[in-house]
């Protein structure tokens, strides 16, 4: 079976400090992988995603960058956090497949003071 | 392009009792449709999803959903929920072109009383 994991779990970091978050998965080949923001109170908005290694599209313009450096690796970056990159961050895999679905990690949980 | 709208922000209801979340939908194409629970600082978890056939889907934990083209709806129900079903529920949307991205709506919470 497919698992997923994100670490870390929790993260407190300074601003202007440098990020970086990882994410893999277990169990498939040449999945498609997501990382998504989700602030306080609020839905998902989708950050980057990746078709396959080094093949990074990034939605919304940001201090934030991902690398995608092993096939079921997924790396999301940032050089300066700032306090509005605080939130909970999700990494998700699609089967490369036409099954539809994304399968979502446990998150990680990022203040910056 | 996508859009998904989930009616209600917040929605309170005591334990035992039906509860339906509602989500309606626009898109240019035919879609597939996603219902997903988040507990408290976890991850989503799929509840059910529509891909094609009966309009009416079980999941898990006892939800179901309903797919209405003609009003490009897909509410969630429950006939009798727990305190446990207290969550964030999101409904989704992905193009059935085999495109990458899903779109999520901006989520309902599901607050229930004892």
């Known amino acids: 079976s497919q698992t997923i994991h994100q670490w870390p779990a929790t993260l407190v970091q300074p601003v202007g400090s440098p990020l970086s978050l990882e994410c893999t998965v277990e169990g498939t080949s040449n999945p498609n992988l997501y990382w998504y923001r989700q602030a306080a109170g609020r839905g998902l908005q989708l950050l980057f995603y990746s078709v396959g290694i080094g093949q990074i599209s990034s939605e919304v313009p940001q201090n934030l960058s991902a690398s995608r450096p092993q096939d079921r690796q997924f790396i999301l970056s940032s050089k300066k956090l700032l306090l509005s990159d605080s939130g909970f961050y999700l990494c998700a895999w699609k089967p490369g497949g036409p099954r539809p679905e994304q399968f979502f990690g446990p998150g990680t949980r990022l203040t910056v003071l | 392009a996508q859009s998904v709208t989930q009616l209600d922000s917040q929605v309170p209801v005591f334990e035992e009792a039906p509860v339906e979340l509602r989500c309606n939908y626009s898109?240019?194409?035919?879609?597939?449709l996603f219902w997903y629970v988040q507990y408290p600082n976890q991850g989503l978890q799929l509840l059910l999803k529509y891909l094609s056939g009966s309009t009416l889907v079980k999941g898990i934990n006892g939800f179901e959903a309903e797919f209405n083209k003609s009003q490009t709806s897909f509410h969630l129900r429950k006939p009798s929920v727990h305190i446990s079903d207290t969550a964030e529920y999101f409904c989704a949307v992905s193009p059935n072109t085999g495109g990458f991205k899903t779109i999520f709506g901006a989520g309902t919470r599901l607050f229930v009383k004892a």
């Open positions: 898109s240019s194409v035919s879609v597939y």
